[in-house]
């Protein structure tokens, strides 16, 4: 008797795991679906409804073109990410431009007896060049965290006694938020990727044999991409920054050919937020761009990988191959 009720149990458990799942996945499902319509209904609005069909050659149309001769190194997990970009943040000579969705000011980029951490790195670095930190400023309502109030106090906390110049991006609609993770430094060389610089969600110090390690893994990646593709993403960054604080940046310093890669920067703004006096000549309206990351996201099932929402698309044909979901 004993048994069949434990089995009973048993099976009940497992049922009602079952339903969860089930009733989760269609809740997805539906959201989705909304998603997808609402912006579907704004691109037709205004007359770019074909913008969700790809043009031939797969490349987005309409924004900062394809650039030729790139070196485009991809970066599985954080530990490899991390201490690459504390290398190359410490050989900075010119300025450092970081934007993240949220930072934790102690994490540490590299690990061992003497680590280096954020803070640190970047407040050594403001003594003797510009280093600039735009951060999302956070969820209007306690709905989900980083909450306003977090992210002044983090800045804070960030910032105190040090030179570094961290500003907050308000420029979203109110139930938008900022994921982009980017660092460029020098005009030079720019990391882009998925990784934040925080221990918000888990330790982003992972590798791809995830070994056990008492707390949440983080399998993720980023880039670090050097040549003519560097200048879009620093003008990126010179857009977000004027958006927030009015300071016109010095216009990026076009790079040479660094390798034989070709790759597109793409990015979603909503309309009628940035002075349409800094966006490239030939980049069109902000429903084309949120079209274009459509496009660029379907086009990567067959020809193409993307390295992180907003951001950088290339060829099937690099080591992004490397990274998880290929």
């Known amino acids: 008797m004993r048994n069949t ?22 809740l997805g499902q539906a959201i989705d679906r909304t998603i997808v319509s609402h912006h579907a209904r704004r691109l037709r609005k205004v007359g770019w409804g074909h913008a969700l069909d790809p043009p031939a050659g797969g490349w987005a149309e309409g924004v900062m073109p394809p650039r030729e001769g790139n070196s485009v190194e991809v970066l599985i997990d954080g530990s490899e990410f991390l201490p690459l970009a504390a ?24 690990r061992g007896e003497d680590p280096v951490t954020v803070r640190n790195l970047l407040a050594e670095l403001a003594e003797r060049i510009p280093v600039r930190v735009l951060v999302w400023s956070g969820a209007p ?31 979203v609609r109110f139930w938008h938020c900022h ?21 918000d969600g ?37 857009l977000r920054w004027h958006g927030s604080t009015g300071e016109d940046l010095p216009p990026p310093i076009a790079q040479e050919p660094a390798g034989d890669h070709t790759a597109q920067m793409v990015r979603t703004i909503p309309e009628s ?30 020809r193409f ?18 990274s998880y979901g290929s």
């Not at 906390?157 to 420029?171: P, V, Y």
């Not at 660092?183 to 998925?194: H, K, L, S, Y």
């Not at 902000?286 to 496009?295: E, F, H, K, T």
């Not at 907003?310 to 992004?320: A, N």
């Open 179 to 199: 994921h982009e993770k980017t660092i460029v430094i020098d005009d030079r060389i720019a990391f882009v990727g998925g990784i934040d610089l925080t221990y």
């Open 202 to 238: 888990g330790d982003p110090w992972d590798s791809p044999e995830h070994k056990a390690r008492g707390g949440v893994g983080w399998h993720d990646l980023s880039t670090r991409l050097r040549g003519p593709i560097v200048a879009d993403v620093a003008d990126h960054f010179r």
């Open 87 to 110: 290398e190359e943040l410490a050989s900075a000579t010119s300025h450092v431009h970081v934007t993240g969705w949220y930072f934790t000011p102690e994490l540490a980029m590299t």
């Open 5 to 26: 009720a434990k089995t009973l149990a048993e099976s009940a458990r497992k049922t009602g795991r079952r339903t969860r799942l089930t009733a989760g996945h269609v």
């Open 141 to 171: 309502v306690r709905v989900f965290s980083p909450t306003r109030r977090e992210v002044h106090e983090m800045v804070e906390r960030f910032c105190r006694g040090t030179r570094i110049d961290c500003t907050f991006d308000n420029c």
């Open 305 to 322: 990988r993307r390295s992180a929402p907003q951001v950088v698309c290339v060829p099937d044909g690099l080591t992004i191959s490397r």
């Open 273 to 302: 937020i940035y002075d349409e006096n800094l966006r490239p000549l030939n980049d069109l309206s902000a429903v084309q761009r949120s079209a274009d990351l459509l496009l660029c996201t379907t086009c990567s099932a067959r």
